[in-house]
C-alpha cells in the first residue's frame, strides 16, 4: 500500500484530510476556520511539518535497512519494489498517447534522404494530437447543425435572455431605491403613508408660508389650481426641488430631503387641490389641470389660460 502511493501524493491528501475534518468539526461561521481561529493555521502547519518528517524518517530508514542488505538481498528488494504497479498505467498510457517510437525501432522510420547528415524520421502524429483534432471536426460538426441549420439557442437568444434577467433585477432595483425618482420620472404618490410623510415634511418646513392649509401668506397658495410654476406631479416636484424664481423666497429644498421625501411631500401639496383654506390666498399664476387632477371649476375656466401639463412649464420671468 505504501509503495502503491508515492509521497508527494500522500503527503498532501493526508494533510486535506484532517484540514476537511477541521474545517467540518470547528464551528467558525462563515469564515474558514484557519481565518478565524489563527490557532487552527497554527496547528495545521504542524501537521504537515509532522507528515513530511514522517516520511522523511521512514525514507531514512529504509535507506539504512537497504544499505545492510546483502546483494542478493538488494536485488530481490528492487526486483519486488518494481513489480508493483507504481502507476505504470499512467506510465504506459502516457507513451500511448505521445506516440513516439523508442529510439532502438528508429531505423524503421529513417526517410531515405539525407542533406549534409541531416536525416529525417518520418514519425506518425501523436495520437493525443490526432484524436482531438477528429474530436474538434466532430464538434464542430455538431455545433453548425445545432446552432446554425436549426437554430438552436443562438447567441442571439441568449442574448436576449440576459436583458430580460438583468431588466427584472433593474426593475427590483429601482422598487427598493426610491430616491432614484427624478423630475422626469417622479410620479403622483397616493398611499396614506406617503402622504402623512409628506404631510409631516410641510408642517415643519412649509407653513410659515404658505400656512398649515397651503391658503397661502408670503408663498403662494396651493390649494387652487392656479400654478406660477406649473402644476402637475412633476413641476411641483421640480418647485420644490430646485425653488421657485431667484428672490421670491422659496428656496431649493434638495439639500434638506431626499428625492424620495420630495416626492413625498409634493404629493401631499398636490392633494391640498380642491380643499377650502381659512384665509385663501388669490390666486396668481396660470390655471393649470393636469390629467390626474381635478378637472377645472366653472369659475376657474373664464379665467387667463389654460395649459394641460405634464412636461416642465418653463419659471415665467417677471
Ligand atoms: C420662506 C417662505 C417659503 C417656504 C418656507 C416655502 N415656500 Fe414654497 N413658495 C414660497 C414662495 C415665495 C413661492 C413663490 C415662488 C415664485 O413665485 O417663484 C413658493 C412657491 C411654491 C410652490 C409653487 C407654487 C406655484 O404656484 O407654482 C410650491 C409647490 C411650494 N412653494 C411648495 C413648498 C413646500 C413643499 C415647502 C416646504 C418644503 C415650501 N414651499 C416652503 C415661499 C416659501
Not at 507513451?95 to 513516439?100: A, D, E, F, Q, S
Amino acid at each position: 500500500m505504501r509503495n502503491l502511493i508515492p509521497s508527494y501524493i500522500r503527503v498532501p491528501l493526508v494533510f486535506f484530510i484532517i484540514f476537511g475534518l477541521v474545517e467540518y468539526f470547528v464551528d467558525s461561521g462563515e469564515e474558514p476556520a484557519f481565518i478565524k481561529y489563527p490557532i487552527v493555521l497554527l496547528f495545521l502547519l504542524l501537521v504537515l511539518l509532522v507528515l513530511i518528517a514522517i516520511e522523511a524518517i521512514i525514507g531514512a530508514l529504509e535507506n539504512v535497512m537497504f544499505q545492510s542488505l546483502t546483494e542478493e538481498g538488494k536485488a530481490r528488494y528492487m526486483a519486488s519494489k518494481n513489480k508493483v504497479p507504481q502507476f505504470n498505467w499512467i506510465k504506459n498510457l502516457y507513451k500511448k498517447l505521445v506516440g513516439t517510437k523508442p529510439i532502438e525501432e528508429e531505423h524503421e522510420l529513417i526517410l531515405d534522404h539525407n542533406y549534409d547528415g541531416i536525416k529525417e524520421l518520418d514519425n506518425s502524429l501523436p495520437p493525443w494530437w490526432l484524436y482531438s483534432f477528429y474530436a474538434s471536426i466532430v464538434f464542430a460538426a455538431v455545433y453548425l447543425i445545432n446552432f446554425h441549420i436549426f437554430g438552436n439557442n443562438s447567441q442571439y437568444d441568449e442574448l436576449a435572455e440576459e436583458y430580460k434577467k438583468a431588466e427584472i433585477s433593474i426593475a427590483e432595483y429601482k422598487k427598493n431605491a426610491k430616491d432614484l425618482v427624478d423630475m422626469n420620472t417622479v410620479t403622483l404618490l397616493t398611499d396614506a403613508a406617503d402622504l402623512n410623510s409628506g404631510k409631516a415634511i410641510f408642517m415643519q418646513n412649509c407653513i410659515p408660508c404658505h400656512m398649515a392649509d397651503g391658503g397661502g401668506g408670503i408663498g403662494p397658495n396651493l390649494t387652487d389650481n392656479h400654478w406660477i410654476l406649473g402644476g402637475g406631479i412633476k413641476n411641483v416636484f421640480h418647485t420644490i426641488t430646485e425653488g421657485g424664481r431667484d428672490g421670491k423666497g422659496m428656496i431649493a429644498w434638495k439639500q434638506n430631503f431626499k428625492p424620495s421625501e420630495i416626492q413625498q411631500v409634493a404629493s401631499y401639496v398636490l392633494s391640498l387641490q380642491g380643499t377650502t383654506p381659512a384665509n385663501p390666498k388669490a390666486p396668481q399664476g396660470d390655471i393649470i389641470w393636469p390629467e390626474e387632477n381635478a378637472q377645472p371649476t366653472a369659475e376657474a375656466t373664464t379665467d387667463s389660460t389654460t395649459v394641460v401639463v405634464d412636461s416642465i412649464a418653463p419659471a415665467p420671468t417677471n
